[in-house]
């Protein structure tokens, strides 16, 4: 795993809200990061995320329309509660130190994980942001996605609005049809380039929550898959917004309280 990070690039991160990792899973870890989600993902039988009856593909109450959305990307959340492998995978204090160091905090918990899909002819994913989705509100939380598949500009890459995240907010155009919906928010980023992300499979990268990002939609007939994981900077309070925690650990919270239960959202690393 190449996971040791340049000053070079931990300030590309700073700057632009993103990064891309060429390489950063060896062929052998490539396989059995495969191996490990493709099994969970079919133990899963179309589940969601544990605790919950939610399909994928369905109304998931977040997203408006829910045919459209089924069709961007079949998405399972929480593997690592449900499968070994990707627990171990997951919990990687080496990952927990890459997020750690480019967010410039002390520790990271897991928010949740998340499988995503593309199958052949996927719908767009339409610019949006991740943080304002969930149950807390940190400017440096962030996220890992790991091409499992090469993914291309053909087969529904990320792209980013570089920088965008220094100026956006919690409020949240969630991620609907209209790719261009984000800008009714941020006019001041509707006139300026995007940055494509294509990646070999192994490749990763990681993006702030609060940058602007989406992916193209699949022209192909091949499947892109993707593995990511949301991270949570140690120290965060619930801030009133159910995301996904379950019942009943989201009744007993109130707002204000500490997000620190490790069941739900494990330490991976610590300073
Ligand atoms: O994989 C995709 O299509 C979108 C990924 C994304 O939005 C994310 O990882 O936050
Ligand atoms: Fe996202």
Redesign the pocket.
């Known amino acids: 795993m190449n996971y040791h990070l340049t000053k070079e690039q931990i300030e590309f991160y700073q700057t632009n809200g993103f990064i891309v990792i060429d390489n950063f899973l060896s062929p052998e870890e490539l396989e059995e990061w495969r191996k490990a989600v493709g099994t969970a993902v079919k133990e899963r039988a179309g589940q969601k995320m544990p605790g919950k009856d939610a399909k994928t593909g369905e109304d998931d109450g977040i997203n408006e329309d829910a045919a459209y959305f089924g069709k961007?990307?079949d998405q399972l959340l929480n593997l690592w509660q449900t499968n070994e492998d990707v627990k171990k995978i997951m919990t990687d204090p080496r990952i927990g130190q890459m997020a750690a160091q480019l967010a410039g905090v002390d520790g990271i918990r897991i928010w949740h994980d998340?499988a995503?899909f593309?199958r052949p002819w996927a719908n767009p994913?339409s610019w949006?942001l991740?943080t304002p989705f969930w149950s807390f509100s940190d400017r440096k939380a962030l996220?890992i996605?790991v091409a499992l598949d090469d993914a291309t500009l053909e087969n529904?890459c990320?792209y980013f609005i570089p920088g965008s995240y220094h100026q956006t907010s919690f409020e949240n155009k969630g991620?609907g049809k209209n790719m261009d919906g984000i800008f009714e928010v941020y006019p001041q980023f509707a006139t300026v380039k995007s940055v494509a992300a294509p990646m070999k499979a192994g490749s990763c990268s990681f993006?702030n929550?609060l940058t602007i990002?989406?992916?193209g939609a699949n022209m192909t007939s091949g499947y892109?898959r993707?593995m990511?994981c949301?991270y949570m900077p140690d120290g965060n309070v619930f801030n009133g917004i159910a995301n996904i925690l379950p019942e009943p650990y989201l009744s007993s919270l109130k707002p204000g309280d500490p997000l620190q239960n490790d069941e739900q959202n494990p330490v991976i690393y610590h300073k």
């Open positions: 961007v990307f998340q995503l593309k994913t949006h991740d996220s996605w529904g990320l991620i993006h929550g990002h989406g992916a892109r993707a990511t949301a």
